[in-house]
């Protein structure tokens, strides 16, 4: 049931089609998040209208609340939150690394207590893939220890160690290859050599996906690039890549460029909800008392929803009163906003012309609109 | 522009037409309430979907933000919250007599300071309708002393005499009565020589509509519909009522047997964000642990975005884990509910069946599911 079809290449960048047993994502794709079991303010039907393909859930979250049994009585994630698209889970190891003072890694997984209510639990590889398998998801990921930013190169090289006999250990557990693929994380910091060796490994494993882990986590800008460039020499060219937890639109379209395939980010949603919005312009804080008595939408140019149909004196209005629907019309926005991003750099490499858009109508997307 | 029009009887209960000029309102109706520009959780198209016909705006919170002016200068409150169908504003009499300790009621109006930021204000009858041509409104409500409850017959006595004069003074204020119909408030507490001489006295007035006010502020439900069935009476035939912060299922129910068309509460969507729902079986509070493995949806024979799509599990663990979009959903289905049982209600009275339909239908709906 899967298959990734890369079909045209503008420099690095990659335009594919990855086929998952809830349909086709046209890459490079944008992956909304849904920590547990929604995209925050939005319905299903408010993400097919953003032209949302396939969003994340989170696998700690959802173990512990509703709890990953439930949701496999409910008939999946899918089913349980009315989402009948592809969905990817993450393998719950960021989150529980996340967790200092209340986690301790040992090889065998790592314990930790719940963030809600102190009581104690352990993730291995075994059982994030067991989670994974009752959640019902058609991307998994492997169980890898994310390492701190910064740390020492020697930390990275252990934690390395660890992450690989994770990720053979997951493979080997993973029962449900059919119907849910399974990916392996690449680790390594900013350390080229470690990267390889993590990249190589992997692909000894030979999973259907690769991630990319461990960027995004405070690093400088010039060196998550560096990393994405240096990883697309290396990775596979028929597998897809996907860049975890990155970014802002600007990030995307350099990681693009570099060959990244999928990308997911809370950015987008966690803005709109305090007040900023992105748009082709730039960074728009939409909440600012500035646009009191602005009756344009946040960007003439677009179709959304939200662009469509109100004014930025009326969503600064709801933000002011704190109404759930500004949060609500800002996501919309934003996401939409995200989605069609990737949407144009799709085109722009079919049409072989990639640098030349990412450096037009790039320029400006991580600037603030004053 | 405005016209009622009395279709049909079945004993007191009415059905009706009412023309505006942003559309037709078929009675009896319920409103669902927009406080500040928006039906907590809902957008204008979630509203069109629950079949929401008219909805209220409020004058007290409307004037202090984003202010009237604000408002007029977006054209109006249809387009400032992109609604282009009937909307009917308070005259904010009710919240500011509800200020207690920050009010002083005097013959001119009624000095206030706002619960925001305690700036002081004075609301007059003249100032009100000011308020309302701004937000141009399809129907207005004349300025009104709301008696508390319990308070003394002499007390209401009073405070009917300066209700009255504050009508007239409102009435005269009003110049824009092509496009907003102005109404009558009909005071007097529970006592039904009281009411005959507010609701004589306003139709002497000849408005275009009348509320009935000072119920459902404490007094017994027996109290409440005595009243309601004595206005029956002495109201003219050829004008709407309008029961202003009823109520339960039940209630409408039981006033509209007494000949009310036109209701408005906070309770269906108050309710929903608080986790419970109302169904034709009764009330369901969504949130309990009971339904934590429940994967029928809220009521199988509604057809409600909410219920066609979800189930009381994933409901409620959106509840319990304080993900907005469990309120949206809740709210969805309660007003959708509300309306479903005017429709209901209307069709009853068109077959002259509205006692058999309420005795029936209407028999459990206030009750509590277990």
């Given at each position: 049931?899967?298959?990734?079809?890369?079909?045209?290449?503008?420099?690095?960048?990659?335009?594919?089609?990855?086929?998952?047993?809830?349909?086709?994502?046209?890459?490079?794709?944008?992956?909304?998040?849904?920590?547990?079991?929604?995209?925050?303010?939005?319905?299903?039907?408010?993400?097919?209208?953003?032209?949302?393909?396939?969003?994340?859930?989170?696998?700690?979250?959802?173990?512990?609340?509703?709890?990953?049994?439930?949701?496999?009585?409910?008939?999946?994630?899918?089913?349980?939150?009315?989402?009948?698209?592809?969905?990817?889970?993450?393998?719950?190891?960021?989150?529980?690394m996340?967790?200092?003072?209340?986690?301790?890694i040992?090889?065998?997984?790592?314990?930790?207590?719940?963030?809600?209510?102190?009581?104690?639990?352990?993730?291995?590889?075994?059982?994030?893939?067991?989670?994974?398998?009752?959640?019902?998801?058609?991307?998994?990921?492997?169980?890898d220890e994310c390492p701190p930013y910064p740390a020492t190169k020697e930390y990275v090289a252990d934690s390395l160690k660890t992450t690989?006999?994770?990720?053979?250990?997951?493979?080997?557990?993973?029962?449900?290859?059919?119907?849910?693929?399974?990916?392996?994380?690449?680790q390594g910091g900013i350390h080229?050599?470690l990267?390889?060796?993590s990249?190589?490994?992997?692909?000894?494993?030979?999973?259907?996906?690769?991630?990319?882990?461990g960027?995004?986590v405070?690093?400088?800008?010039?060196?998550?690039?560096?990393?994405?460039?240096?990883?697309?020499?290396?990775?596979?060219?028929?597998?897809?890549?996907?860049?975890?937890?990155?970014?802002?639109?600007?990030?995307?379209?350099?990681?693009?460029?570099?060959?990244?395939?999928?990308?997911?980010?809370?950015?987008?949603?966690?803005?709109?909800?305090?007040?900023?919005?992105?748009?082709?312009?730039?960074?728009?804080?939409?909440?600012?008392?500035?646009?009191?008595?602005?009756?344009?939408?946040?960007?003439?140019?677009?179709?959304?929803?939200?662009?469509?149909?109100?004014?930025?004196?009326?969503?600064?209005?709801?933000?002011?009163?704190?109404?759930?629907?500004?949060?609500?019309?800002?996501?919309?926005?934003?996401?939409?906003?995200?989605?069609?991003?990737?949407?144009?750099?799709?085109?722009?490499?079919?049409?072989?012309?990639?640098?030349?858009?990412?450096?037009?109508?790039?320029?400006?997307?991580?600037?603030?609109?004053?």
């Amino acid at each position: 049931m899967f298959e990734f079809k890369l079909e045209a290449t503008s420099g690095n960048a990659r335009v594919g089609i990855l086929k998952t047993p809830h349909g086709d994502i046209q890459t490079p794709i944008f992956m909304p998040v849904g920590t547990r079991a929604t995209v925050k303010t939005m319905s299903p039907r408010d993400l097919l209208e953003v032209k949302a393909q396939i969003i994340l859930g989170n696998t700690y979250h959802l173990y512990l609340r509703p709890g990953h049994e439930l949701i496999k009585k409910a008939g999946g994630l899918h089913h349980f939150m009315g989402w009948d698209k592809p969905i990817l889970t993450d393998s719950g190891g960021f989150q529980v690394m996340s967790l200092s003072g209340l986690r301790k890694i040992t090889p065998e997984g790592v314990h930790f207590q719940s963030h809600i209510d102190g009581s104690y639990h352990m993730f291995t590889p075994e059982k994030v893939i067991e989670i994974q398998n009752a959640l019902g998801s058609d991307i998994m990921m492997s169980f890898d220890e994310c390492p701190p930013y910064p740390a020492t190169k020697e930390y990275v090289a252990d934690s390395l160690k660890t992450t690989l006999d994770w990720a053979r250990r997951g493979k080997e557990a993973h029962k449900n290859t059919k119907k849910q693929a399974l990916f392996g994380i690449v680790q390594g910091g900013i350390h080229e050599d470690l990267r390889e060796e993590s990249a190589k490994a992997l692909m000894r494993m030979d999973f259907p996906g690769y991630s990319i882990g461990g960027l995004a986590v405070g690093e400088n800008k010039p060196d998550m690039y560096r990393i994405t460039n240096f990883l697309h020499d290396i990775l596979p060219k028929d597998k897809p890549r996907y860049l975890m937890g990155v970014g802002t639109p600007g990030d995307i379209l350099q990681n693009i460029e570099n060959g990244v395939d999928m990308f997911d980010c809370v950015m987008p949603t966690r803005n709109a909800r305090k007040g900023t919005v992105f748009t082709r312009h730039g960074k728009l804080i939409i909440k600012a008392a500035r646009y009191k008595e602005d009756f344009s939408p946040i960007d003439a140019d677009c179709q959304c929803y939200t662009c469509r149909n109100f004014n930025r004196a009326y969503i600064r209005h709801l933000f002011n009163v704190d109404e759930f629907l500004g949060m609500r019309l800002a996501t919309i926005h934003s996401l939409h906003f995200y989605l069609e991003l990737v949407t144009l750099a799709r085109q722009a490499i079919l049409e072989d012309r990639y640098n030349e858009f990412k450096n037009g109508f790039g320029a400006k997307l991580d600037t603030r609109i004053e």
